[in-house]
């Protein structure tokens, strides 16, 4: 018998992965494209904007070098003392390279840092809303997810309260996410703090995906791992890279900073996986973080133009659908508000009520299942103003 879905035994690693909930809408919202309908797509998890110039002239010129051949796993030196310099703060002013592990984008630093530290019999505390990929990972290092939240009036942003009921000896990682996607909920330093002070307490490792710290509407970085004291910032992997802040999602560029033990072994298990991350990338990401004068300003224009776009998506929902309650975004450029009051028999979940949108409205959004709260759905804001208010307005005029 030919080999099909239904007759291959899958290993016990992968039996239990699912494919993104968001497949069905984009699959959706492709083939009406091809169909010639005006779809306007307000579902991209990335930057709208190109790679800057500077940074795509770095990349080239280092392929025209001769770069292009294999560097050590955790990435060459000069990117990762640099890296160093660019993820230290005030209380942690000087970090050790040895520290940083350079990846095939942050997805892989989380797979390094899932993987190394949670293994069979373990359990990942896993704020809800989270970002599609978190359980799945937790699950490929066969640990197990355990769900949790705050209230609705706090962003759904966790602390000790929830964090203790959660909690069993058995827990060995929390997964952080600030600024969040899908929410755009940002812990205060206070918060923060109390968090790192949790899980210190519990000897429970943070892993920190601060993948989008840079893209903050009230202030330059948003408070992360190593704004905490060093006795507390040693309980964690910081995660970030570079596919938002420097609009590289297709270089594949991540980083991860811990104490240097667990680094080396991040990296020996990347030396077996993937080697090290694209050589004229990692050279590419060394010019995005030395930037010039005028190449910062081509920087920080992207973070304004998304924090404008911030404001109009806000003051758009609460004009044309008062009664979609929402979190306010303040990182990151996401934007979700409930839609459950619009469910009915035909249009269920937020899965049915997508592709109600996408078919009659013309307007692609994801799903609030693919994050864990199906009473959601996540607009993104990385689009034209143009499509961010005609597919605003589509949106109310189909369900208002
Ligand atoms: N973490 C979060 C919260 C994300 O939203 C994303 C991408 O959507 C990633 C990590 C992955 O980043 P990268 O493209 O660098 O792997």
């Known amino acids: 018998m030919a080999p099909t879905r239904a007759n291959i035994i899958f290993s016990e690693n992968v039996r239990k992965l699912q494919p993104s909930a968001t497949i069905a809408v984009s699959t959706l919202a492709k083939e009406l494209r091809a169909a010639g309908r005006d779809i306007i797509n307000l579902s991209a998890g990335e930057p709208d904007f ?55 984008g942050a997805k892989q630093a989380l797979f390094n840092a899932l993987f190394t530290l949670a293994g069979p019999g373990d359990r990942v505390l896993v704020p809800t809303p989270y970002w599609t990929t978190y359980p799945e990972l ?27 009921e959660a909690w069993d000896p058995s827990v060995r990682v929390l997964l952080m996410n600030s600024p969040s996607n899908p929410s755009g909920a940002v812990y205060s330093m206070a918060e923060l703090e109390a968090v790192a002070r949790w899980a210190a307490d519990h000897e429970v490792w943070i892993v920190s995906d601060e993948i989008y710290g840079r893209l903050w509407y009230e202030g330059d970085v948003a408070p992360g791992m190593l704004d905490m004291d060093p006795a507390l910032a040693e309980h964690a992997v910081v995660v970030n890279g570079a596919s938002k802040t420097f609009a590289m ?41 030395n930037p010039t004068a005028e190449e910062r300003a ?32 303040e990182g990151a450029f996401y934007l979700f508000f409930r839609v459950d009051h619009h469910y009915d028999d035909a249009h269920a979940g937020s899965v049915a009520l997508c592709q109600h949108l996408i078919q009659e409205a013309g307007v692609a959004l994801v799903p609030g299942e693919a994050f864990g709260d199906d009473h959601y759905v996540r607009l993104s804001f990385a689009a034209s103003d143009q499509d961010l208010e005609n597919g605003l307005r589509r949106v109310a005029e189909l369900l208002t």
């Open 138 to 164: 937790v699950r490929l290092a066969r640990a197990e997810p355990v769900f949790l939240s705050g209230p609705e009036s706090r962003g759904y942003k966790v602390s000790p309260a929830e964090l203790e």
């Open 298 to 329: 081509e920087l920080e224009a992207m973070v304004a133009a998304f924090h404008t776009r911030r404001d109009l998506v806000v003051s758009l929902l609460t004009e044309l659908m008062p009664d979609a309650a929402f979190i306010r975004p």
């Open 50 to 104: 190109p790679t800057p110039g500077f940074i795509s002239k770095a990349g080239i010129a280092a392929i025209e070098r001769g770069a292009t051949r294999y560097t050590p796993a955790a990435g060459t030196p000069e990117l990762r003392a640099t890296v160093a310099r660019y993820l230290a703060r005030e209380r942690n002013p000087e970090l050790d390279p040895s520290g940083v592990v350079v990846t095939a």
């Open 249 to 289: 999602t297709g270089w594949r560029i991540g980083f991860s900073y811990s104490v240097a033990p667990l680094a080396s072994k991040m990296a020996a298990l990347q030396s077996h996986m993937t080697s090290n991350a694209s050589t004229p990338g990692q050279h590419a990401v060394l010019a995005a973080l």
